[in-house]
């Protein structure tokens, strides 16, 4: 503290042990200057404010729990001691008018105005509250206030008056935050410079005005400044009242103390006394529906120097002494036993100072709580956080007749006001409190999939195509039990890739996925069904959907696989390639003329294999394969948008199954998939498609591990993702088939882990998720699909996120009318069928099941 500074609490102090009351309380509120990215500077002081970052602790390991607030104990002590500091815990909404600009930022492709408009009215309905933690840092004196008030009034009063800083002033202090900055980074709070429109936003929104946008500058300063920090506040004796421009109540605020708490804080758990701020609810006084309170923080604390706190518990333990020995001396039993107490706290608390490098700390925790409905809503909710902390052994109680000090307290750039409202412990005290706990998981930006269901609310972003730009892996993992959601999470996922304007490309091997069409077309995203069967022959030519110098020795490959093994084993090999070479010089090069050319050759091997082949273009699995293309059906492109291509009734042999012992459906299905593979794969390796976002979605992907080129596609498209800009998205029942896949685990960035009923499976899923595997941990995955009646909670699982937080979330849509045409259910999926067909219908047009147009030039099949 300057001298200036203690000379002006000097003079204010006269008065104020006239009245009672501390210097502090008496100071003239400072003047802000200048906002700029992490500082804060009034005419008295300058401060560096920083964004900590939370940690998802609800599904945290106990003991890493504790290493964690272990942790966070010593930094307060290594790096804030002698520093003033204030903690800040603020909650905004999540306001859909914002997202819907942000929206049109993420989305390209579709009806990308109606998906905003769709999501801004979600979140308005939802109203959910977002966390923001903030740190402040005293760096710097630069004037008493009373001195900076005379200042003031004298350059006023000769014209000279002037706004801001200089440059090399802000300079300076800017050198001093990022210096401290590197140093708070690297503790479990990952601290960061707050944003000057955070900051802003944090000091306009304590006026309960409509402000207008902070300017995109280095630093707010001038009229700017007086903008954002216009506001009228009326205090009584439980609360302010905040009035608007017109002079009308914006909002009630009552401030509340914290002057007890408990001789020791059991945590891990509900003693997390700021943690715990997002569990509080109350009841409506007029409806009676349960709300959150979100009540918000403000802690002013100092950490003292190890010299500092030495001298003053030894200061403690001499004046017990002292007392301890005159009561004795004088026969003073009354007061013996506590003041013999205190001495032998003190001597053990300096003990563990010395020790265990143990240091202490001042701080003044306040609750604040708002309400823009009613004094009468305001008073319900301080009521709920009143006896939300006695359960917790915790005293808070509305401070009455100081709410004007401790408001002004709480204020971002205002000082230590209520001294008596304090507490002097050690730094663990403070940690314990968990501030920076609680719910966190998924992007820090980008398209909101889902709701988080932890402790701290609040929305859940997910892209599945952000990895490769990150320079990260890419692959998405959706495990658990039929039934639970993970399909329909997985194409919603997929979903907003496409309207990302990507190549998003799903293989259903299970038939129930036609709900991701007709969403795609819901949004207005180019959508593309192809179903394998008889009315689609060639849809899954090579020749058609590799370039013309690959498809030759792919499409042998293929042939050698559907027929027999003594054909194989009679050099059917030799007339295949040459058929296959003759054919790709042809400008309309296509399996069945391979088969046309083999049909009529000299060699009776040959126009066997040509039989046989013909044969099967007439079956459901070979037509796709081998069939003669109709007039106006186009195959599989290599183009945005949203491309679904569904193989009924596909049996794979299982893995090591030699080609002898395969039935011919076996291996027919098993050349169908391979074709798919060829496709996916020649589309994401294109040169000309490098810069385009691709996805490859494959539901039920144990249809694919179970054979050796199904585990060579997965491996090579999760190895080469980054390198290519194609994301994987794979959905499976059974995690224990992933463990053996190195590569495919390696890539894995997000889990999505649903519930899952068997021991062995809860034991891999854990281990997809980096958890440990213990009892808890399997009845945490048993229970995630519950909920507290035991019915199904569809879409609700567990997320490991890329920076492996892991967290419970509710995956979300911004309509019921995508869920209901996204589900799988065999029901919903007639309904909507007979739904299109009406519409077809109505529209003079009759169309097969597996046929979806969506213009002149865009059938799959016909």
Known sequence: MSSTTKAAKKGASRLGRLLGLGAERLMKEPQLEAISDGLIVTDTAAEAWFVLSAANTDLMPEERQDAEQDAAALALAKILPGYDCHLKILWSRLDGEAYRAEARRIFTAGDVEAVADMWANRLDLLDLPQRHLLLGVKIAERDSAANATVKKATTGALGLARTGLADGELAQLDALARRLERRLEATPWRARIAPVELLAWAVSRESYRPQPAPPHLPAITGASLVRLTQSKAVPHADHLRMLDARGETAAWVSVLAMPTFPAELHTPGEQEWLRCLSEITYSHPDTGAEALVCPEASVRFNVWTRGQAIKEVDKVRTTAKEQRKSAAENSAGETFAETEETEIVMEHLRKRMSRDGMTLLADHPRLIVSSTESLEDLRARCDAVVAHYAGLSIDVGIASEEQRELWLESQIGDMLRVLDLGHIRDTSALAASMFWGGSEAGDDEGPVAGLLTGTTPGVCRLDITAGSARGDATTTAFVGRSGRGKTTSMMLATLIAAQKGAFALMLGFKGDEGGLIR??????????????????????????????????????????????????????????????????????AASWRVIELLKHSDDALAAEAGQALEELSRTPLGAPLLGRPRPGASPLRPEPGLWLVQVPGLTMPQAGTAPRDMTMTERVCLALMRGLIAYALSTSARADLRNLPKVVAVPEVHVLTGTDDGRRFLDYIARTGRALDTSLAIDTQDPKSLLGLDGVLEAITTVLAFEQSTAAQQNAMAELLRLPVSDATRALIHGVGKDIRGEIK?????????????????????????????????????????????????????????????????????
């Not at 869920?819 to 219908?841: I, V």
Request: one cysteine or more; glycine letters at 8%; a negative charge.
């Open 519 to 588: 969403t795609g077309e819901y949004y207005g995203i180019d959508s593309h069904h192809v179903t394998c069967g008889i009315d689609t022959p060639a849809v899954a030519d090579l020749y058609r959907l590799l370039p013309q110098g690959d498809a030759a020795l792919q499409v042998v490959s293929q042939l050698l696989i559907i027929l027999p093994e003594r054909m194989r084993e009679a050099g059917v090999e030799t007339h295949l390639l040459k058929a296959c070479n003759e054919i790709s010089q042809h400008e309309d």
């Open 794 to 862: 569809h879409g609700h699982c567990i997320i490991r996120d890329r920076r492996d937080r892991v967290a419970t979330m509710q995956f979300d849509a911004p309509t019921a009318e995508v869920f209901r045409l996204l589900s799988t259910n065999p029901k919903d999926q007639a309904e909507g069928y007979q739904r299109t067909q009406a519409t077809a219908g109505a529209a003079g047009e009759a169309r097969p099941e597996s046929v979806h147009r969506h213009g002149p030039e865009s059938s799959e099949a016909a």
